[in-house]
């Protein structure tokens, strides 16, 4: 059974519902206002903060209600001073601009003083919450004005309220700015206190407050208009704050704002004044700071490491020997990000590479491709990359990969692998065999050649140019020239496929030059020569194809030149 009320609670609250449907009223009437809109505007944001306060008030239990029935009067009384003045507005019924103007500013700063005191009720403890506050949120279709008197309401239980007002307010505001780009640009471009309001919860000490605005700060920092206001307010060394003494869902949250906001480099010294990138190196060296933490914790160190003081403070950190351990993590999200994070820092600096290179970076990263491991086709994929980008250019880095069994586990996935990693292992075996003459050797004896030739007639022009050209690489050393025209369906092959390009343009110029580059040998002649596919080259060379043109002169030298004298005459 409720607490009866005695009559001066009960005139209490008589006016402290009249407060609410006056202001209510005068918002209302403001819209309809023509003349010093700006003004205006600013006195409708104050009325609808003051609005939310009040409503907020009633779902409060008062134990000493004096100094807020006085407060509510005076609000009344200043209310009704707008009221007239607002009439006077519609109405154009003021007697200059200067006085009007004054008149209003002068309300402006008492609205922000009753504001001022309603939040000081607060602190004092005077009200508590009664019960668990329901705020309304506008449907889907609602208007921008319902949105941003919504988000006013949050405002003002963020400022005002207890520490479980707060956190509904938070609760809810996290959820309307993650389903509607709409609250973000109110929040943002109109109702910005409520970025200051997180800014400062960020440092709460009550976790579950600074976990939320984490959280709401994370889905805010992912819009490009936002990242400036945001910074602005200071974000940057609250969230690295949170990074360090925050529990899990506030680290991950932060990390991913600080991701976002890094994008931007110039937002990189921040990071590294506060003291971000030592907590990010020692969430990704930790054991304990494993998870869902780990990888936008790696991307803000990704981001950071265009900035060269920076990049060489990770590395006096140790930071290459951290990450080339983590490479051989069985967690997916740790060995990927780490992966990337050594492809960006070496990325080109030739010394750095060769850091990594020493560090044994190379022998992890060709582990990963191991077949007989459990790592995923991501992770396999990513070291693709990884050593595509680190190791072509090194003579050095190729000894070595050839050493670690690189071209073996290649092979196997040109062979067997999954589509998107055979496509990568087919860019890498290109690669190669345009590095040095000992990789070309090793390739043809390990058996690439029929990989690439396979690859000839893939469904991508991409694919049949890589496989055309490094096939051409391979044939240009005698050993494997030998060992292609050995078998007597490759030359066939090559020929038939000459046919199908014709018409186009396809990759017929390099499968005119690895017929080229096989004419030195007496048998690929005769084969050429007697496989039926003359005609095809004829037409081409009379296309004026140069490479076609070059080819029936080659054939039609020494012994030849009898059996084609009445093909081509030049």
Known sequence: MGEAKYPQDQNSASSLRQAIEVISSLISLSHSIKVFTVKWQLIRNKLEELNSGLIAVENCD??????????????????????????????????????????????????????????????????????????????????????????????????????????????????????????????????????????????????????????????????????????????????????????GFGKEAAAR??????????????????????????????????????????????????????????????????????????????????????????????????????????????????????????????????????????????????????????LYFLRKGEVSVQELALKAAFKLCGTSEEAKKAMGDAGFMPEFVRFLDAKSYEIREMAAEALYRMVSIPKNRKRFIQDDRNIGFILQLLDKEAANSGNKEFLLSILMSLTSCNSARRKIANSGYLKIIEKLAEAEVSDAKRLVRKLSTNRFRIMLSGIWHS
């Open 62 to 247: 008062s134990s000493e209600s004096s100094g807020l029935s006085s407060l509510v009067q005076a609000i009344l009384f200043t209310v009704n001073e707008c009221n007239v003045l607002a009439r006077r507005c519609v109405d154009l019924c003021y007697g200059g601009k200067l006085l009007m103007q004054s008149d209003l500013d002068v309300l402006s700063s008492k609205f922000d003083q009753h504001i001022k005191n309603l939040s000081g009720i607060y602190t004092a403890g005077v009200l508590t919450q009664g019960f668990a506050i329901v705020v309304s949120r506008p449907g889907v279709n609602a208007c921008k004005d319902d949105m941003r008197f919504y988000l006013r309401d949050l405002l003002t239980r963020m400022k005002i309220g207890d520490t479980q007002m707060k956190k509904q307010a938070l609760f809810n505001l996290h959820e309307v700015v993650i389903e509607d780009e709409k609250y973000v640009k109110i929040v943002v471009l109109e109702v910005n206190e409520i970025v200051n309001i997180l800014v400062k919860f960020l440092d709460s000490l009550v976790i579950e407050i600074q976990e939320s605005a984490a959280k709401v700060v994370c889905v805010i920092s992912g819009f490009d208009f936002c990242k400036s206001v945001l910074i602005g307010a200071g974000v940057i060394g609250p969230l690295i704050r949170v990074l360090e003494s925050g529990n």
């Open 257 to 410: 704002s600080l991701q976002k906001l890094t994008e931007n480099s110039d937002n990189a010294w921040s990071v590294s004044a506060y003291g971000g990138v030592t907590a990010l190196l020692k969430i990704c060296s930790g054991d304990e700071f494993r998870g869902e933490i780990f990888g936008p914790a790696c991307g803000v160190l990704r981001n950071l490491v265009g900035v060269e003081e920076i990049k060489r403070f990770m590395i006096e950190e140790d930071a290459i020997s951290t990450f080339i351990k983590l490479v051989r993590s069985k967690d997916e999200v740790v060995q990927i990000n780490s992966i990337e994070f050594l492809q960006n820092i070496a990325s080109g600096d030739e010394s750095i590479r060769q850091m990594v290179i020493k560090e044994g970076g190379i022998r992890a990263l060709v582990r990963v491709l191991d077949p007989k491991s459990s790592f995923s086709s991501k992770s396999r994929e990513t070291a693709l990359r990884a050593i595509e980008k680190l190791c072509f250019t090194s003579s050095n880095a190729i000894n070595i990969l050839m050493k670690c069994g690189f071209t073996d586990e290649l």
